[in-house]
Every structure is written in structure tokens, then in C-alpha cells.
């Protein structure tokens, strides 16, 4: 029967598992496989350490910035990109150093790079000349030199999702390729700017490898001209994107990936940055929820209303993303089509049209599949509803919070009448 059991995916948690998590901790919740997240991060680093080529994974902790998670990542290996100095606090205390970090971000604020140039990050992956010489003015007068690559717009569609392509011309993000040199050139020299890299990174959710393709040539070729023209680089950092099949279809593998990315960046010599999220803890995750009510669709059907909404999983809102959703426990109840939604009041809290589930019934466990990247990170109090917990399970089933439910009280601390 479609949908009637658990996905297998004992890499996060058997129905006991969940079923313990859920008494215990409640719902809707959050629940992390430690063990998966490392397997796909050791799976993507043997994929680069194949190639023999210099690089860096660099986890971008935009997709799931859980302090646990990180930490563990660090574990393994992973460096990190931040997207905010928020980000980059929450790095520090899972243990890295500053110079593991780069710093992503299309409008870092005069606090944010005061910070990021006083901490001497890897990178501040700059934006615009405007934020060059930003930076410039910052680290001269702090009396340092600080390390910055340029974003660069490839114009190159990423074919995925309006909402997550960043690589187009009509994007905000980065400069024009046929400027980059020019802006470049013109500040080799300044006494604040040790120019050490070009950043490019064409959007997420990206299912094939084209304009990984496209862009990684434009790049290349970039900084083979500076080179030429006396700019010598340090490295390449071509960003994240890959994808992760949400229903159907299939996405490059990591090994893939990985050839295309060092068979273009191999002939500049330049050391290789990726700055990966999804496509590592992604598949990872998921929403645990309970039924809080059922009742007739006036189509087709029936409404199933969950006590998890946009608030905790703002994808399906956000950009009518697809996550399968599935019952915890097996059952023989026969298959019947439902809307499934959140409790929030905006009809876009939906989580799922015209699913096939085993007739659910009040208080069922579903969860929702493949919510480890941008989950938990995007969730709102809106509604004041509180923020979800997120529990991390071991290989042997053993399993811990990593962040609490927040309460009303904690939400009213940084208030007052
Ligand atoms: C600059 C940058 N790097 C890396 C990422 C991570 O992308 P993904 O999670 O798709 O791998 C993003 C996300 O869009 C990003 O904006």
C-alpha cells in the first residue's frame, strides 16, 4: 500500500523510536539520524578526497544550524559557510576556529564585517565593490588585512525552484561577471584586502549538473584572466546546491559532482571550496507530528489537520515544495485521499494536496520526510506558537534533545507592556 509505512529509513528512527520521542518530548518535533548525517557527509568528503585534488567542505549552516549538528559535522571534518554573524557565533561555540569560516551574505550590516574582519575569517565572500571597499576601510583601520573573495552572478539559471535560483542576471546576489575582474583589479593594492578567492554559487535544490557546469566554467575562466593579468588567487569557491530527490526523479551523485567540480578547477591550480547543506543533512530530518482533527474536503476527500504547520516547515508555503509524508505506525486501514494541513490561519499551510495515506485518525503519528535542511532553521512563533524541539537519535536508538520546545515564558522574556 502507498505511503502505509514508515519509508525505510531505520537511519532516523524505528516506529518505537519515534513513538518514544513523541510521548516524551511531544509534537510536533523534529528528529535528526546522527548516523545518516554522517553518512552522507563521509560519502560526499570520499567523493572529493577520490579526485585527489586540494579542497574544503565548507557545511553551510544556513540548511540546519542545530549547535549539535555542527558540532557534529565538526567532527567529521566539515568546515563551515555562514550566512550571518549569528551563524558564525553559533560555529565558534561548536568549536571551530575562525579561520574555518567563510562568510556568505548579500547585505552583511557595518557590525557584521567590524566583526568578521576583527575575527581574521578564512574568507568574507563580498557581494558588491560597494562591500569591498567596506571591508577595506574596516581592516585598515584595524590595522589588519583581511581575506575576501568575490561573489560573482555566472547568469546562469539553475533551474530550480524562482525563490531559491540566485544565479541569474536579475539576481541580487553578487556582481556581474564581466565586472569582477575590473573591481577586482582596481583593488589589489588596498592595504585593508588580501583578495584570495572567487565565490559563485547558482541557487538550491539544483538536479542536474549543468549549471554547476556553466557556472564553474565562468568562474574558472575568471580567475585564469586574473591570474594572467598579475591577481593570483587562493581557491575557488563554487558554493552548494545539489539537490535531494524529494519525490521522484534522481540527482547527481556526490562522486558525480565532485569529478565535474576539480575537472574544471584543476587546470587553475586554485584549491577548491564547496559550501554544501541540503544535500548533507536533507534526507536526515524529519517533522513528527499528530493528527489533531479530520473531516470531509468539500472536493474530494478529507482535510487532515496536523498539529505541525508552516510555522515548523515553512517549505511547502514558501515554495509549494514537495515532502513525503507518511504514517509512523504500519496499519491495514485502507487508502483514502487528504489534503494534510497545518493549524495556522493561512489556507497556504499545507503541507500536502491530494495524498494517499491510510485513513488517518485523530492523535496517528505522520511524519513528514526529507525536513532536515531548512526546517527547523526557518520555523516562526507566529500564531505565538512555540518553536519545535529537535531530538537527535543515535545508530542504537538512543536519542537526545538538542533544543528544547521554547515555552511562553521564554517568548515573553524579551517583551514588555
Ligand atoms: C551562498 C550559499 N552557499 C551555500 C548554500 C547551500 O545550498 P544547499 O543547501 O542547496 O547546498 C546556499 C543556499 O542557498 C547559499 O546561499
Not at 83 to 91: C, F, K, L, Y
Not at 261 to 270: D, H, K, M, N
Not at 291 to 305: C, L, M, T, Y
Not at 313 to 333: D, F, N, S, W
Amino acid at each position: 500500500m502507498s505511503g502505509a509505512r514508515l519509508v525505510e529509513s531505520p537511519l532516523i528512527a524505528s516506529s518505537a523510536v519515534l513513538e518514544a520521542i513523541a510521548r516524551e518530548v511531544g509534537t510536533p518535533c523534529y528528529v535528526y539520524s546522527a548516523p545518516m548525517i554522517r553518512e552522507r557527509f563521509r560519502a560526499l568528503a570520499g567523493a572529493f578526497a577520490r579526485t585527489g585534488y586540494p579542497h574544503a567542505l565548507h557545511y553551510a549552516m544556513k540548511a540546519n544550524s542545530a549547535l549539535a549538528v555542527v558540532a557534529l559535522l565538526r567532527g567529521e571534518g566539515a568546515m563551515v559557510d555562514a550566512n550571518s554573524i549569528g551563524e558564525i557565533d553559533v560555529a565558534l561555540r561548536a568549536g571551530y576556529a575562525p579561520r574555518d569560516v567563510v562568510f556568505t551574505g548579500v547585505g552583511k550590516a557595518r557590525h557584521e564585517l567590524e566583526r568578521a574582519v576583527a575575527l581574521g575569517l578564512k574568507a568574507i565572500n563580498a557581494e558588491s565593490a560597494g562591500e569591498l571597499d567596506r571591508i577595506d576601510a574596516i581592516a585598515q583601520a584595524a590595522g589588519v588585512r583581511a581575506r575576501v573573495a568575490l561573489r560573482v552572478n555566472p547568469d546562469v539559471d539553475a533551474q530550480s525552484h524562482p525563490h531559491i535560483s540566485t544565479g541569474l542576471k536579475k539576481n541580487k546576489f553578487g556582481v556581474a561577471l564581466d565586472d569582477a575582474a575590473e573591481i577586482l583589479r582596481a583593488r589589489r593594492d588596498r592595504p585593508g584586502l588580501a583578495i584570495v578567492g572567487i565565490h559563485v554559487h547558482v541557487g538550491s535544490q539544483v538536479t542536474t549538473l549543468e549549471p554547476f557546469r556553466k557556472a564553474a566554467e565562468r568562474v574558472a575562466a575568471l580567475a585564469a584572466a586574473l591570474h594572467d593579468g598579475g591577481l593570483p588567487l587562493d581557491h575557488l569557491d563554487l558554493g552548494g546546491g545539489l539537490g535531494i530527490p524529494y519525490e521522484n526523479g534522481t540527482v547527481p551523485s556526490f562522486d558525480e559532482y565532485a569529478a565535474l567540480l576539480v575537472e574544471i578547477a584543476r587546470p587553475t591550480g586554485l584549491a577548491l571550496i564547496v559550501e554544501p547543506g541540503r544535500s548533507v543533512v536533507g534526507q536526515a530530518g524529519l517533522l513528527l507530528a499528530r493528527v489533531v482533527d479530520v473531516k470531509p474536503h468539500a472536493g474530494a476527500g478529507r482535510f487532515v489537520i496536523l498539529d505541525a504547520g508552516m510555522t515548523e516547515l515553512m517549505r511547502p508555503a514558501l515554495y509549494g515544495a514537495y515532502h513525503r509524508i507518511v504514517p509512523v505506525h504500519e496499519t491495514t486501514r485502507p487508502v483514502v485521499t487528504c489534503d494534510v494541513v497545518g493549524p495556522v490561519c493561512e489556507s497556504s499551510d499545507t503541507f500536502g494536496r491530494a495524498r494517499e495515506l491510510p485513513e488517518p485518525a485523530v492523535d496517528d503519528l505522520l511524519a513528514i520526510l526529507d525536513a532536515g535542511a531548512y526546517g527547523a532553521v526557518m520555523a516562526s512563533a507566529y500564531n505565538r506558537r512555540p518553536l519545535p524541539p529537535e531530538v537527535l537519535v543515535e545508530e542504537d536508538g538512543t536519542w537526545r534533545v538538542i533544543r528544547r520546545r521554547t515555552t511562553i515564558d521564554d517568548l515573553l522574556a524579551l517583551e514588555q507592556i
